[in-house]
């Protein structure tokens, strides 16, 4: 595998389901992002990871919770979410904190 | 913070035409412009950037210009091939290209038809 793969592709959650979701990079990146993609809205940036460190949150829901075991692995573990939640999930990582973005192709979440 | 206006939303043009998608930005600090293209299923990739030390930059059919006396900046596709379809997202960010300050626009979908 190379560059950066998200599982599950689909995931389908009732609202009082937890689930989690996965990103693992193989580029040797030393940043980790999380960004939510809704239809005509803007590629919102939820979380950052900056060698194993959070750096930035942008106001998420706590019901959004990420998780950053190592460089190469990011999580984002998702509990009591909402309808409006539903979107396409991606995960992004770069060298340095200004090096280029590289996205996986997303997780599609629908909550019911 | 960072606010950027991204315009028209969809685009269609006839293969061999240009396309030309323009973007606005409010914070004057703002030095740093990328354009990721994402197809349809697919995850966005960089396609060109710019930096504001300069005013244009091409890449064979690609090129942006900036203008940061009016604060915007845009994409030219020439020749524009059925495979040039797809969503195409314009950003802005400061602090010498952070990733943690990139601000994106809304997208627009381009369709190409052969």
Same mark, same amino acid.
């Given at each position: 595998?190379?560059?950066?793969?998200?599982?599950?592709?689909?995931?389908?959650?009732?609202?009082?389901?937890?689930?989690?979701?996965?990103?693992?990079?193989?580029?040797?990146?030393?940043?980790?992002?999380?960004?939510?993609?809704?239809?005509? +809205?803007?590629?919102?940036?939820?979380?950052?990871?900056?060698?194993?460190?959070?750096?930035?949150?942008?106001?998420?829901?706590?019901?959004?919770?990420?998780?950053?075991?190592?460089?190469?692995?990011?999580?984002?573990?998702?509990?009591?979410?909402?309808?409006?939640?539903?979107?396409?999930?991606?995960?992004?990582?770069?060298?340095?904190?200004?090096?280029?973005?590289?996205?996986?192709?997303?997780?599609?979440?629908?909550?019911? | 913070?960072?606010?950027? =206006?991204?315009?028209?939303?969809?685009?269609?043009?006839?293969?061999?035409?240009?396309?030309?998608?323009?973007?606005?930005?409010?914070?004057?600090?703002?030095?740093?412009?990328?354009?990721? +293209?994402?197809?349809?299923?697919?995850?966005?990739?960089?396609?060109?950037?710019?930096?504001?030390?300069?005013? =244009?930059?091409?890449?064979?059919?690609?090129?942006?210009?900036?203008?940061?006396?009016?604060?915007?900046?845009?994409?030219?596709?020439?020749?524009?091939?059925?495979?040039?379809?797809?969503?195409?997202?314009?950003?802005?960010?400061?602090?010498?290209?952070?990733?943690? +300050?990139?601000?994106?626009?809304?997208?627009?979908?381009?369709?190409?038809?052969?």
């Amino acid at each position: 595998e190379t560059g950066v793969t998200q599982t599950p592709r689909h995931l389908v959650m009732g609202m009082t389901n937890k689930k989690s979701l996965k990103c693992e990079q193989h580029l040797g990146h030393n940043a980790m992002y999380w960004y939510k993609q809704s239809a005509k +809205k803007p590629l919102e940036l939820m979380f950052v990871y900056s060698l194993e460190e959070r750096v930035e949150n942008n106001s998420v829901p706590s019901r959004f919770s990420p998780e950053c075991p190592n460089s190469s692995h990011l999580f984002l573990h998702l509990h009591t979410l909402q309808p409006e939640d539903s979107a396409l999930y991606l995960c992004a990582s770069s060298q340095g904190e200004a090096g280029e973005l590289f996205f996986g192709e997303g997780s599609r979440l629908t909550v019911l | 913070g960072e606010n950027v =206006e991204q315009h028209p939303s969809t685009l269609s043009v006839q293969e061999g035409d240009s396309a030309v998608i323009k973007c606005t930005y409010s914070d004057s600090a703002s030095n740093y412009f990328p354009w990721y +293209k994402q197809e349809l299923g697919k995850r966005p990739q960089l396609i060109i950037d710019i930096r504001s030390n300069v005013g =244009e930059k091409k890449d064979q059919r690609i090129a942006v210009t900036l203008n940061k006396t009016a604060k915007h900046f845009s994409l030219h596709i020439t020749e524009t091939q059925p495979e040039d379809s797809a969503v195409y997202f314009c950003a802005a960010s400061i602090s010498g290209g952070s990733n943690y +300050k990139l601000t994106f626009g809304k997208g627009t979908l381009l369709t190409v038809n052969p």
